[in-house]
T-cell receptor
Framework: GAVVSQHPSWVICKSGTSVKIECRSL??????MFWYRQFPKQSLMLMAT?????????EQGVEKDKFLINHASLTLSTLTVTSAHPEDSSFYIC??????????FGQGTRLTVV | GNSVTQMEGPVTLSEEAFLTINCTYT??????LFWYVQYPGEGLQLLLK?????DKGSNKGFEATYRKETTSFHLEKGSVQVSDSAVYFC?????????????FGTGTQLKVEL
């Protein structure tokens, strides 16, 4: 199957700093990428839908100024957590779409804000 | 609305036992149905899928049948192994033409012991 690479796999940052997470589709062009957040022992919560060359669509309750998403090319989307706080600590997962009914997931990024 | 409900875990089984993880859904149209697996510290991997009623998805000994009459997509495996220990997520794309916006269940943790 197609490969989606997410980087970094884990990051620790100080409160108040910003962190960028990259999501790349390695062997296909992804017109749409999704960003999810997963709390411990809970399901994935969709944060936003990212379309190449246009502004991301955020789900209700997700702060767009805090979670900046850029989808500058067909193979790369980035999520920047700005002015991170301990409550932003979570597991963030991206997925990229190929075709109509197949979504491929990155391996996830464990963010810890101290 | 569109939602996915799956049985709560954790489910603990002995090796070679039979596995069933229940999943039911609500959808406004004709959904595509998926099971994803998440191994510890990793992202999600597609396990199997079914795109229309009565289809059976299968992979690695796991099976699930799309039952429109009961709006269910239960995951089964005849003989589990320790290596099957993971969290399993039922998901759907709730309607045809809904892009690839997956809705996930809360996940069911499976623990297989010797």
């Amino acid at each position: 199957g197609a490969v989606v690479s997410q980087h970094p796999s884990w990051v620790i940052c100080k409160s108040g700093t910003s962190v960028k997470i990259e999501c790349r589709s390695l062997d296909f062009q992804a017109t749409t990428m999704f960003w999810y957040r997963q709390f411990p022992k809970q399901s994935l919560m969709l944060m936003a839908t990212s379309n190449e060359g246009s502004k991301a669509t955020y789900e209700q309750g997700v702060e767009k100024d805090k979670f900046l998403i850029n989808h500058a090319s067909l193979t790369l989307s980035t999520l920047t957590v700005t002015s991170a706080h301990p409550e932003d600590s979570s597991f963030y997962i991206c997925s990229a779409v190929e075709g109509v009914t197949e979504a491929f997931f990155g391996q996830g990024t464990r963010l810890t804000v101290v | 609305g569109n939602s996915v409900t799956q049985m709560e875990g954790p489910v603990t089984l002995s090796e070679e036992a039979f596995l069933t993880i229940n999943c039911t859904y609500t959808a406004t149209g004709y959904p595509s149905l998926f099971w994803y697996v998440q191994y510890p510290g990793e992202g999600l991997q597609l396990l199997l899928k079914a795109t229309k009623a009565d289809d059976k998805g299968s992979n690695k000994g796991f099976e699930a049948t799309y039952r429109k009459e009961t709006t269910s997509f239960h995951l089964e495996k005849g003989s589990v192994q320790v290596s099957d220990s993971a969290v399993y997520f039922c998901a759907h794309i709730p309607f045809t033409g809904g892009g690839n916006k997956l809705t996930f269940g809360t996940g069911t943790q499976l623990k297989v012991e010797l």
